[in-house]
C-alpha cells in the first residue's frame, strides 16, 4: 500500500483559512487521493477526494501536485468544528489504509 | 436518511469472554469493512465484503477474529477467547459500489475494553 505523508498537527485561528499538506510521493496511476477526518470520539467522516485535477465541495477543496506527488486540503474559514484528525489516503483497491494524520487544532 | 449503525456502543468483557459486535449497513451498500482502532492510532483494516462474500481478512490479527455477513446487509465481527490486546474501538463502514473512488461511511464504533 502507498504511503502518505503528513505533519503531526498543525493550528489555525478560527475563521482563517487551513492548508494541511501531505506528500505521496510513491503515488501510481491508479491511486486516488481521499481525505477523511475524525472527530473525537466519533468515526471517520469523508472530506473529499480526487485523481489529477484540483476538486471543490460544500467542505473543503483539494489541490493536487501536477505530478500527483503531493496534496494539500484546504479548508476556507476554520471552525472550531473543524477541529480534528484529518488523514490523508491512497486508495486503490477497496480499503483504506490510514497513517497516524495530522491533528488540527482551532484557536478562538 | 440513516447511516450506519453499530451495537453495542460500549463493551466490557473479562479476558477470555467471546463477545459479538454487530453493524448495520447503510441499506442497499455493496461493501461493508471492519477496522480496528487502537488509541492514539489511525484505524486498521481488518475485512472487507462484497455483499455476503468474504472477499479479503488480511486484516484480521488471528484467528480468534470472525466476521460474517449472511444475508449481504448486517454483519457481526466476533472475537473468541478476549485478550487485553483486543481493547480498541471497532469501527465498521459501507459503501454504496465497488470502486476506488467510492466513499466509505463510518459508524460511530463499538469501544471495547477487555478487563
Known amino acids: 500500500d502507498a504511503k502518505t505523508t503528513q505533519p503531526n498537527s498543525m493550528e489555525s485561528n478560527e475563521e482563517e483559512p487551513v492548508h494541511l499538506p501531505c506528500n505521496h510521493s510513491t503515488i501510481s496511476g491508479t491511486d486516488y487521493i481521499h481525505w477523511y477526518r475524525q472527530l473525537p470520539s466519533q468515526g471517520p467522516e469523508y472530506v473529499i477526494h480526487?485523481?489529477?485535477s484540483n476538486v471543490n465541495n460544500r467542505m473543503a477543496s483539494l489541490a493536487i501536485a501536477e505530478d500527483r506527488k503531493s496534496s494539500t486540503l484546504i479548508l476556507h474559514r476554520a471552525t472550531l468544528r473543524d477541529a480534528a484528525v484529518y488523514y490523508c489516503?491512497?486508495?486503490?483497491?477497496?480499503?483504506?489504509?490510514f497513517g497516524a494524520g495530522t491533528i488540527l487544532r482551532v484557536k478562538s | 436518511g440513516a447511516g450506519v449503525s453499530q451495537s453495542p456502543r460500549y463493551k466490557v468483557a473479562k479476558r477470555g469472554q467471546d463477545v459479538a459486535l454487530r453493524c448495520d449497513p447503510i441499506s442497499g451498500h455493496v461493501s461493508l469493512f471492519w477496522y480496528q482502532q487502537a488509541l492514539g492510532q489511525g484505524p486498521e483494516f481488518l475485512t472487507y465484503?462484497?455483499?455476503?462474500?468474504?472477499?479479503?481478512k488480511s486484516g484480521l490479527p488471528s484467528d480468534r477474529f470472525f466476521a460474517e455477513r449472511p444475508e449481504g446487509s448486517v454483519s457481526t465481527l466476533k472475537i473468541q477467547r478476549t485478550q487485553q490486546e483486543d481493547s480498541a474501538v471497532y469501527l465498521c463502514?459501507?459503501?454504496?459500489?465497488?470502486?476506488?473512488?467510492?466513499?466509505?461511511?463510518f459508524g460511530p464504533g463499538t469501544r471495547l475494553l477487555v478487563l
Open positions: 489516503i491512497l486508495k486503490t483497491g477497496n480499503k483504506l489504509v
Open positions: 463502514a459501507s459503501s454504496q459500489r465497488v470502486k476506488p473512488q467510492e466513499t466509505q461511511y
Open positions: 465484503f462484497q455483499n455476503e462474500a468474504q472477499l479479503d
Open positions: 480526487g485523481l489529477t
